[in-house]
């Protein structure tokens, strides 16, 4: 018989109150195992931290997705957003499944094509794009969203200076109920600028109109600011069919779609709270045929949705490093990993759960991070048992943009592994070394010698 650990005794003042209609704290039940692996495993090959991808998961909840809009609406393309997650295992995934390249950088536009992306099937968007990214875009035949003004003006100059033609789009803000507005990017609908924009690229025989592009925001939790969007962009292409006879290929309606972490100051879990994704898909496509045209000619439904699809299949796991109580008597964990590599914990109450049962008794408890910063908090409040050093935790919904926004600081960044359909474990980005940070670097002669004393 395994002797159990012995646990300090504690004494805490309980508070008691009136029941209320959120109900009681809610725990999590142990997570032992990821698609059948062992976490112990995984940590004794890999390390901790570490973070942890399904292949399974994430083809399941792409063709869920794909299936919902798909029985809605007869044309859809789905262009995977590389800001969300570029690991290229991940990018790989979501192109076997047919989906597009959604980037919004010249690096990662370079990124797609060297997973051999061709650029007809890159989506360009973004406020900021040199003149040797829109040439390049150009001459590779991607589809160019175009941002504002001035970025047309260049690409009425580069398609004259080197004789081509460019496909393009504009991207369309406009006032759909969120607020605030996301009007930093595109041309407005409102005030007439949309409408400009698209009458100055129609009149441009070097310049080929393909689509019209909005994103309304992110984490969007309401299908109707969708369906506004959707009727704002039908109205564009109405306007434009009727007066220059100018037929759209696709309408682009960007992304924004929540996953099932929890906003901060959310009483409910988000499962509570959302709209199916078959609110979302009913709330666009049905505005689409409001074009009233024959199923041949409707243009192609476009979506470039990142945390719907990846957030769920992204897990991190840590070990405690070191346990203490607080002034306040509060448990407080100081983990392995910490904002550095979990950017999004500063707007998200990620899940917190153990790998093990430890204990019947569970308290309120504050999780930090390794780093000498008192905002490394990855979680100010969760319930948690009683937790020991060498204790791990799982961070559930860590798939979208914890290794784009991660940081190099003050540790180094962990492995990255995809647990694969078959149930191979692959590392699909190995952890850094101080050689990978100072490679870069440069030490002028003169600083290369010192001498110390006492």
């Not at 260049?154 to 605030?180: C, F, H, Q, W």
């Not at 100055?200 to 969708?226: C, F, N, Q, V, W």
């Not at 409707?298 to 203490?324: C, H, M, N, Q, W």
Request: proline share 4%.
């Amino acid at each position: 018989m395994t002797k159990k650990r012995y646990e300090k005794p504690i004494i805490l003042k309980q508070h008691s109150g009136m029941m209320n209609k959120f109900g009681s704290t809610q725990t999590f039940r142990p997570i032992t195992k990821i698609d059948d692996v062992e976490i112990d495993s995984l940590t004794e090959k890999f390390g901790s931290p570490l973070f942890v991808f399904s292949e399974k998961q994430i083809r399941e909840k792409y063709r869920k997705l794909n299936k919902i809009f798909k029985t809605r609406y007869p044309k859809v393309r789905f262009a995977w957003s590389y800001k969300t997650n570029y690991l290229s295992a991940i990018c790989s995934i979501y192109h076997q499944e047919g989906s597009w390249a959604e980037v919004v950088s010249e690096f990662e536009y370079d990124k797609a094509r060297d997973l051999g992306v061709k650029g007809e099937n890159i989506i360009f968007n973004g406020p900021f794009k040199s003149e040797s990214a829109l040439e390049k875009a150009i001459r590779e035949k991607a589809l160019i969203h175009i941002d504002h003004f001035d970025e047309l003006y260049s690409i009425m100059e580069i398609t004259e200076k080197i004789d081509l033609t460019a496909n393009v789009a504009i991207r369309v803000n406009m006032d759909t109920g969120i607020y605030p507005p996301w009007n930093r990017f595109g041309f407005n609908y409102e005030n007439g600028e949309a409408m400009l924009a698209l009458k100055r690229i129609i009149h441009d025989e070097r310049l080929e109109l393909k689509g019209l592009h909005t994103h309304i925001g992110t984490y969007i939790m309401s299908a109707e600011p969708y369906r506004q969007a959707t009727l704002k962009l039908v109205d564009l292409a109405k306007e434009i069919y009727d007066n220059y006879n100018v037929r759209l290929e696709y309408i682009d309606l960007g992304g924004g779609f929540p996953s099932n972490n929890t906003l901060k100051g959310q009483y409910l879990e988000a499962e509570q709270l959302l709209p199916t994704y078959e609110d979302y898909a009913d709330a666009i496509t049905s505005a689409l045929f409001e074009l009233n045209l024959p199923s041949d000619e409707l243009p192609v439904l476009t979506l470039e949705t990142g945390r719907a699809l990846i957030d769920d299949s992204g897990y991190l796991i840590t070990s405690v490093f070191a346990t203490k109580r607080l002034s306040t008597g509060k448990q407080a964990l100081i983990m392995d990993a910490g904002v550095n590599y979990l950017f999004t914990s500063y707007w998200f109450n990620h899940k917190v759960v153990p790998t093990k049962e430890i204990s019947g008794f569970t308290e309120n408890t504050i999780v930090y991070g390794p780093l000498c910063m008192n905002i490394d908090v990855i979680r100010d409040d969760v319930v948690l048992p009683v937790m020991h050093k060498g204790d791990k935790l799982v961070v559930l919904y860590v798939g979208a943009y914890s290794v784009t926004q991660w940081m190099q600081f003050i540790s180094l960044r962990p492995n990255v592994v995809l647990i694969t359909e078959e149930g191979d474990v692959e590392l699909i980005r190995a952890a850094e070394t101080n050689e990978n940070i100072t490679e870069q670097e440069r030490l002028p002669e003169k600083l290369s010698d010192f001498t110390l004393t006492d």
